[in-house]
């Protein structure tokens, strides 16, 4: 049993000399108990203290005030430290920084080394842990050869084999795609069901919560919410005040039940509810025939005459400005690490388009995308932007860079300046161009990308994760781009952080007429927000269509280990429950019209 | 580009090179130095030569990839071997043109330095193919553990190494990244005089050290909640054991030092 009474924690500012500067309350009277055997979410937004709060759990961060107890070894005490380090294990969010050897079995090996167990008993050790997480078979394998999945799998191995009675996972998943992330949760339910470990995981995404035995969310230091997970997810007021999106099955059913109670663990759940509700209705009103009639599945308009999207209508060039032609890329051809990641691939794409590129880790995404403004040049075939090859000697790469701008992951690798201000107008500067221009340019790009003036001056080291983002894009943004390509522009932000982005690339898109290309692994996004998406399957494009004709083909995407987005799972759902299907359907706002024109039930209205 | 650099990496393969101790195939490391060091005579090279490609052709790491480790060293071999051909005199001139003048001795100079250079380089570079960086801090630890005793931090300094190389590989995939995020921002980093260039590179190091900061510090955090203690007592998974076959190895390497002494002093 863990046991927090009033803990308060304080972090110290101190001046150059040492001196105390000011403190700043991260953790603020926090009351708890965490049960043997208890699976614990911990929910809030970037910045609310759960980090801290799951630190001072294995005492490598101790109370400023209050106690916290493990199995009543108090954490304020020295000698209990490495005691309590051992009954609570901590894995952490980035994979690759918490390995410290460069074999499996050694990493795993490390904690019962610290021990000092004998190695019959780490090799014992070891291996339980290992089988444990599924990853025995792999015991010898270098670290650096794991999926993300996998390497998070061998740290909680790590953890596990110190046999602790408590695991706490600090967003695990944060850095993982939707592969490593399965992986990792079904993992830790394993542990808590098959093991009985008590798990305490924290964590942003929601999805993972809700299988937890209790929520807990933390807003600003303190505890303001604490119940099972059905109760949490409805309390819309609490969700929406606390930055959290609640799991689509619960997102659904709050807006189409008008109030009533139930839990919906998966679609599945949801898809029985939604029949229920939908059948009294139905029934009652004598029109079960009529939904019967309308079992008759349509199929998708092509690209072509598309009036499925309900989006805005790409109408500026009838020509597309960048054109790939039969393009195939090879890492070290010619060597025994030849790879080829892109084959052959043939796509145009237009300004003012909003495309999204789908395909799991390997793909060949990032390698595509890095062909579209020559960081990579192909193999084979050629890419065009105006008509014209931007590999040959005699269009300018800075020209192409320009027009063609990127968005990395981790926006800190684009910057290259001491201040926000110096990092935007450091792209038009390369530029040659008068300073007036390249000054006016880098202060509206700002402006649009909603950056106030007084942040200007500052590091963009010390802006939050979102922030980064938006000043990686003005900075794009401030060379006057035809397109913005962005690889997965939304990892670890948190819900409302992910919403603006997305928002604001949209209206961009539209009123700048930009052309932008994401890339992502998440299938909602895509749904959300693309007019049009291209699917990757082993360097070969697969799909180039609609949303919604790409997503009627879920069996072949899943044999590729992608998803479809829970609206389109939901329609299938229940299209199989009698009602009529619904292929057009790939955005969450559409599907819930659609059940509540179904059940006649609105959002607030109470049946 | 960066990624190129393959010596220094462990070839993976199942030979009885790689089966040894390490501690076995550093003294043999260094005893092979030793012998290219003690005497230019063509005996002792021809035999050190063998001896070299008896052990690739055991080790199972195939000759080319050996090879591809000596390119990025390649220019500093062929320009000393030249220094010393053409600019080393002797007594009997064979070729003369303007200020460049050989004679047979600066030939054979060049031919045993370059030798010797590829030689060095191919031995030492066998090691690290054959031995995995845990098992060579290991076996630094081991063999400098009598140090230990005079309070020199000999386990610490084994650690700090093997995670340096283990982080070797993510920071150069990282540099990778950030010069192609940054190409991407219109840097042109192939543009420009020497100075121009590093001045250039110099954007480079920010996004590389804040993020070597915090890897670091994000590791120190983890090793921590494993119990980790500096100065504690660890014991290992893999604790060094030799066997008969590193006896054996140990008597070979006897041999071939008393060969090459007897050569030196004695033939």
Known sequence: MIQIKQLIFKYIRRDIDGNEAGSETVLDGINLQINEGEFVAILGRNGSGKSTFAKQLNAILRPSDGRVLVDGLDSNDDDNKYKIRRKAGMVFQNPDNQMVASVVCEDVAFGPENLGFKPDEIKDKVDNALRAVHMWNQSDVATGRLSGGQKQRVAIAGVLAMEPDYIILDEPTAMLDPEGRKEVIETVIRLNKEKNMTVVLITHNIEEAINADRVIVIENGRVCADDKPDKIFMDKELIDKNGITVPFEYRVWREISGGRKATVKNIEQLADKIADIAGDRVEHAGCRTELARHRVQTVAEPYSDNKCTGTHNISVDDEPLLVLKDVSYVYNPNTAYEKTAVKDISAAFKRGEFVGIAGHTGSGKSTLIQLFNGLLSPTNGCVMYEGKDINSKETSKKYVRSKIGMVFQYPEHQMVKDTVYGDVIFGPGNLNLDKAECEKRAKASLSMVGIPEEMWDKSPLQLSGGQKRRVAIAGVLAMKPDFIILDEPAAGLDAEGKREIFDWLRKTCVDDNIGIILVSHSMEDIAEYTDRMIVLNDGGLIYDDIPATVFSHSEELRKMGLDVPCAVRLMNELSLRGFPGCPDIVKEKDAIDKIRMWTGLGGNEND | ?267
């Open chain 2, 1 to 267: 580009m960066i990624r190129d650099i393959t010596i220094g990496q462990y070839y993976p393969a199942k030979s009885p090179v790689h089966r040894l101790d390490p501690r076995v195939k550093l003294l043999g490391t260094l005893v092979f130095v030793i012998s290219l060091f003690i005497e230019k005579n063509v005996l002792i090279y021809g035999i050190a030569t063998i001896v070299l490609i008896v052990l690739i052709a055991l080790s199972r790491v195939p000759f080319s990839y050996m090879l591809k480790g000596l390119k990025p060293i390649m220019f500093l071999l062929i320009f000393t071997c030249a220094m010393n051909l053409f600019f080393v005199r002797g007594e009997h001139l064979i070729w003369h043109w303007h200020f460049i003048s050989i004679y047979t001795e600066s030939v054979s100079r060049a031919l045993f330095l370059g030798v010797r250079l590829t030689e060095l380089i191919l031995g030492s570079a066998l090691m690290t193919y054959t031995t995995t960086p845990t098992e060579l801090t290991d076996g630094l630890e081991k063999a400098f553990s009598p140090l230990a005793k005079l309070h020199l931090p000999i386990h610490e300094v084994a650690l700090m190494m093997s995670i340096t190389l283990r982080f070797i590989p993510i920071l150069t995939e990282e540099l990778d990244r950030i010069m192609k995020a940054q190409s991407a921002r219109c840097v042109d980093f192939d543009e420009g005089g020497i100075i121009k260039r590093i001045k250039k590179m110099s954007t480079l190091l920010m996004p590389l050290f804040s993020s070597a900061l915090k890897r670091a510090g994000d590791l120190a955090l983890a090793m921590e909640a494993r119990c980790y203690q500096a100065g504690q007592a660890r014991t290992k998974l893999h604790p060094l054991k030799y066997r008969k076959s590193d006896m054996a190895a140990y008597c070979l390497i006897f041999v071939y030092l008393s060969v090459i002494i007897y050569i030196k002093y004695i033939y």
